[in-house]
C-alpha cells in the first residue's frame, strides 16, 4: 500500500496491526520441507468434527446456488433452546470475533472508549482501535491477589469511565487459560452501569472444568447490557466453517442485527453447528481427550521444569524462561508448531494447545531437545 493510501485511512486502521494467525501446517511445509509436523498453535479441536457432522454437511450440496438462511432459524431455534433463550435474543456470527466486531460497530465511536485487560484476546483492542475508540487496558493480576497474568476485575472497573461502552471479558482467557469465579464475576457485572455493554466472551466455555467457573448464558434475564459469546470453532472442532453466536436479551440482539452483514454464516456452518449441538458424545470424547491432553502437558512441562500458566482452556501458557521467538523458530525445525504471544505482553511465553497423545508428546520432545 502506498503511503498517500495508508494516509487516506481513518487514524485507528493506520495504526493498526493485523491479527497474526498460528502458522498453518502448508506453509511449514512450504518453507521448512517437513512433511511430518504436528500444529498446537490455534487452540483446535484435534479430533475434528463428529460423523454426524460430516453427514449434515453433504446434505447441504443440493442447495450450494441458493443464499443461506439469512436468519438462521433453524440454528437460531435449537441455540434458544439450549440456552433457554429467546431466539430473538440469538445473534449468528461468522465466528464470535464477527460478534465481538458486531459489538464493536454498534456501539464505539472515536468519542467513546471500551475496557478490558491486559494480555487478553487481541480481537478486543483490534476491533476498539479500528472504529477509532479509545481502548482502556486495565492492569491483570501479578499473582499477588488473584492468578498471575489473570483478569483484575478491580482494575477493570477502575477503569470504566463516562465515555465507556463496552466492556470485554475473556473467561477463560486467551492466551493465558485463566479464568473467573461465578461470584466475582457476577458482583462485576452488578455493579456496571446500564448503558454499558458487558460482552462475556466464553469461547472455551465446554472444556473448563473447575468448580467455580459460572454459566453465564444464565444471567441473561437479570441484565440488559449482557452478552454472552460462545463459539462452534474449538471444543466442536468447526474452526474452518466459522461459526459462532451471543447470547443477550432481544433488545441488545437487535441492535447488534443492525450491523450485521447479509449472510453473514453461510449455509454449511448452519448444518455443521446443528448437528454438533445433538452430538453430545462427540463433545464429551473432545473434553475428555482435552482432560487427559492437559494433564500429560503439565506433567510433561514439571519434568522440564518449565512454569506454566494453570489453565481452564484447551491450551497451555509456558514460561520458556528465555526469548520464545527464538523458541518458536527451533520447533519449527522439529517440525512443531506452537504460538509465541509477545503481541500480548508475553515475550518469555509460549501457548501450546492441547493435541492428541502422540502430538502432546512430540512437542514435549522437541521443548526438551530445544531448551537442552
Same mark, same amino acid.
Given at each position: 500500500?502506498t503511503?498517500?493510501?495508508?494516509e487516506?485511512?481513518?487514524?485507528?486502521?493506520?495504526?493498526?496491526?493485523?491479527?497474526?494467525?498460528?502458522?498453518?501446517?502448508?506453509?511449514?511445509?512450504?518453507?521448512?520441507?517437513?512433511?511430518?509436523?504436528?500444529?498446537?498453535?490455534?487452540?483446535?479441536? *484435534?479430533?475434528?468434527?463428529?460423523?454426524? @457432522?460430516?453427514?449434515?454437511?453433504?446434505?447441504?450440496?443440493?442447495?450450494?446456488?441458493?443464499?443461506?438462511?439469512?436468519?438462521?432459524?433453524?440454528?437460531?431455534?435449537?441455540?434458544?433452546?439450549r440456552?433457554?433463550?429467546?431466539?430473538?435474543?440469538?445473534?449468528?456470527?461468522?465466528g464470535?470475533?464477527d460478534?465481538?466486531?458486531?459489538?464493536?460497530?454498534?456501539?464505539?465511536?472515536?468519542?467513546?472508549?471500551?475496557?478490558?485487560?491486559?494480555?487478553?484476546?487481541?480481537?478486543?483492542?483490534? @476491533?476498539?482501535?479500528?472504529?477509532?475508540?479509545?481502548?482502556?487496558?486495565?492492569?491483570?493480576?501479578n499473582g499477588?491477589?488473584?492468578?498471575?497474568?489473570?483478569?483484575?476485575?478491580?482494575?477493570?472497573h477502575?477503569?470504566i469511565?463516562d465515555?465507556t461502552?463496552?466492556?470485554?471479558?475473556?473467561?477463560?482467557?486467551? *492466551? $493465558?487459560?485463566?479464568?473467573?469465579?461465578?461470584?466475582?464475576?457476577?458482583?462485576?457485572?452488578?455493579?456496571?452501569?446500564?448503558? @454499558?455493554?458487558v460482552?462475556?466472551?466464553?469461547a472455551?466455555?465446554?472444556?473448563?472444568?473447575?468448580?467455580?467457573?459460572?454459566? $453465564?448464558?444464565?444471567?441473561?434475564?437479570?441484565?440488559?447490557?449482557?452478552?454472552?459469546?460462545? $463459539?462452534?470453532?474449538?471444543?466442536?472442532?468447526?474452526?474452518?466453517?466459522?461459526?459462532?453466536?451471543g447470547?443477550?436479551?432481544?433488545?441488545?440482539?437487535?441492535?447488534?442485527?443492525? @450491523?450485521?452483514?447479509p449472510?453473514?454464516?453461510?449455509?454449511?456452518?448452519?448444518?455443521?453447528?446443528?448437528?454438533?449441538?445433538?452430538?453430545?458424545q462427540?463433545?464429551?470424547?473432545?473434553?475428555?481427550?482435552?482432560?487427559?491432553?492437559?494433564?500429560?502437558?503439565?506433567a510433561?512441562?514439571?519434568?522440564?521444569t518449565?512454569?506454566?500458566?494453570?489453565?481452564?482452556?484447551?491450551?497451555?501458557?509456558?514460561?520458556?524462561?528465555?526469548d520464545?521467538?527464538?523458541?518458536?523458530?527451533?520447533?519449527?525445525?522439529?517440525?512443531?508448531?506452537?504460538?509465541?504471544?509477545?503481541?500480548?505482553?508475553?515475550?518469555?511465553?509460549?501457548?501450546?494447545?492441547?493435541?492428541?497423545?502422540?502430538?502432546?508428546?512430540?512437542?514435549?520432545?522437541?521443548?526438551?531437545?530445544?531448551?537442552?
Amino acid at each position: 500500500m502506498t503511503a498517500s493510501l495508508l494516509e487516506s485511512a481513518i487514524p485507528g486502521v493506520q495504526g493498526l496491526r493485523p491479527y497474526a494467525p498460528g502458522k498453518p501446517l502448508s506453509e511449514l511445509e512450504r518453507e521448512y520441507g517437513i512433511t511430518d509436523a504436528v500444529k498446537l498453535a490455534s487452540n483446535e479441536n *484435534p479430533l475434528g468434527p463428529s460423523e454426524s @457432522v460430516l453427514e449434515a454437511l453433504q446434505g447441504g450440496f443440493d442447495e450450494l446456488a441458493r443464499y443461506p438462511d439469512g436468519n438462521g432459524f433453524e440454528l437460531k431455534a435449537a441455540l434458544a433452546e439450549r440456552h433457554g433463550v429467546s431466539p430473538e435474543g440469538i445473534t449468528l456470527g461468522n465466528g464470535s470475533n464477527d460478534v465481538l466486531e458486531m459489538v464493536a460497530r454498534a456501539f464505539l465511536s472515536p468519542q467513546s472508549s471500551a475496557v478490558f485487560s491486559a494480555h487478553a484476546f487481541a480481537v478486543y483492542p483490534i @476491533v476498539t482501535q479500528a472504529i477509532g475508540a479509545r481502548s482502556r487496558v486495565a492492569t491483570a493480576h501479578n499473582g499477588s491477589r488473584g492468578p498471575m497474568y489473570g483478569h483484575d476485575l478491580d482494575a477493570m472497573h477502575g477503569q470504566i469511565a463516562d465515555d465507556t461502552r463496552v466492556v470485554f471479558i475473556a473467561n477463560p482467557n486467551n *492466551p $493465558t487459560g485463566t479464568w473467573l469465579s461465578a461470584d466475582a464475576l457476577r458482583a462485576f457485572v452488578e455493579s456496571v452501569p446500564g448503558d @454499558v455493554v458487558v460482552v462475556i466472551d466464553e469461547a472455551y466455555f465446554e472444556y473448563v472444568a473447575e468448580a467455580d467457573y459460572p454459566d $453465564t448464558s444464565r444471567w441473561i434475564d437479570e441484565f440488559p447490557n449482557l452478552l454472552v459469546t460462545r $463459539t462452534f470453532s474449538k471444543a466442536y472442532g468447526l474452526a474452518s466453517l466459522r461459526i459462532g453466536y451471543g447470547i443477550s436479551q432481544p433488545a441488545l440482539a437487535d441492535v447488534l442485527n443492525r @450491523v450485521r452483514q447479509p449472510f453473514n454464516v453461510n449455509s454449511f456452518a448452519q448444518l455443521a453447528a446443528r448437528a454438533a449441538l445433538d452430538d453430545r458424545q462427540h463433545l464429551a470424547r473432545a473434553i475428555e481427550v482435552n482432560r487427559k491432553g492437559m494433564a500429560q502437558l503439565t506433567a510433561g512441562l514439571d519434568e522440564l521444569t518449565l512454569p506454566y500458566i494453570p489453565s481452564a482452556g484447551n491450551f497451555i501458557s509456558v514460561d520458556v524462561g528465555r526469548d520464545a521467538g527464538a523458541v518458536y523458530e527451533a520447533l519449527l525445525h522439529e517440525g512443531v508448531i506452537v504460538r509465541p504471544v509477545d503481541n500480548y505482553g508475553m515475550p518469555g511465553y509460549l501457548r501450546i494447545s492441547i493435541g492428541l497423545e502422540h502430538e502432546n508428546q512430540r512437542c514435549l520432545e522437541a521443548l526438551g531437545k530445544v531448551l537442552a
